[in-house]
């Protein structure tokens, strides 16, 4: 079944240390992309995309993802968070349908 | 653009009721979805529509849930009667044509008392 894991459910770091989370995905043709941000209280926006291109995609606020096609893989990554970046971070699929992990809660302590 | 809109933007009533969310996507865009997101199930596609007519709804999880889209500018979802399993914040989301990203509104946070 097509699915999209995110491997951390809650990740704690303090401010200026560097962030990656994990996305994977099993849709086997042509998709699509994105990282979605929900930071308290707010509705969902979107962080990056990547639809074709170059595999090292940038978004907003510093976030970056790479795509690597042979691992099924579409992690994000910042260098040094801050603790604005507090949110909930969704990794999204699309190929003939929408589907979204389940979701990883950052917390960044000051 | 005043984005899309959701409303109301809270909404408690008791099980057995009926509940109704509305959704105004943004202006021109040809597709609409709804979604679902609780802690238990994370964030889930319940339906959505391209140029009014419903596309997929797989997800839409049982028979006491609905959804219309009456014109270009307008959805809703229903749920009739309400349980208090579904209780989740919903989300409407749009967008202009494939391979853009969505655009989602604020979402109405449900509780079924």
């Known amino acids: 079944a097509q699915s999209v894991s995110q491997h951390n459910h809650h990740v704690i770091l303090s401010e200026a240390a560097s962030l990656e989370l994990g996305c994977n995905y099993s849709?086997?043709?042509?998709?699509?992309l994105f990282w979605y941000v929900q930071y308290p209280g707010q509705h969902l926006q979107l962080l990056l995309k990547?639809?074709?291109?170059?595999?090292l995609v940038k978004g907003i606020k510093g976030f970056e993802a790479e795509f690597i096609k042979s691992k099924f893989s579409f992690n994000l990554r910042k260098p040094s968070v801050q603790w604005s970046d507090t949110a909930e971070y969704f990794c999204?699929?699309?190929?003939?349908?929408?589907?979204f992990g389940a979701g990883t809660r950052l917390t960044v302590k000051p | 653009d005043a984005g899309v809109i959701q409303s109301p933007r809270h909404e408690v009533t008791e099980m057995g009721q009926e509940v109704t969310l509305r959704c105004k996507p943004i202006?021109?865009?040809?597709?609409l979805f709804w979604y679902r997101q609780t802690m238990m199930r994370g964030l889930e596609l319940l339906i959505y529509f391209n140029n009014n007519v419903p596309i997929d709804d797989s997800g839409m999880p049982e028979d006491r849930f609905s959804a219309k889209m009456p014109n270009a500018s307008f959805s809703t979802l229903k749920i009739q009667p309400s349980e208090p399993r579904d209780s989740a914040v919903y989300f409407c989301a749009s967008r202009d044509r494939a391979n853009q990203p969505q655009h989602f509104g604020d979402g109405t946070r449900l509780s079924i008392l």
């Open positions: 990547y639809f074709s291109g170059d595999p």
């Open positions: 849709y086997g043709g042509t998709v699509n």
């Open positions: 202006s021109g865009h040809d597709y």
């Open positions: 999204a699929v699309r190929s003939y349908d929408m589907r």
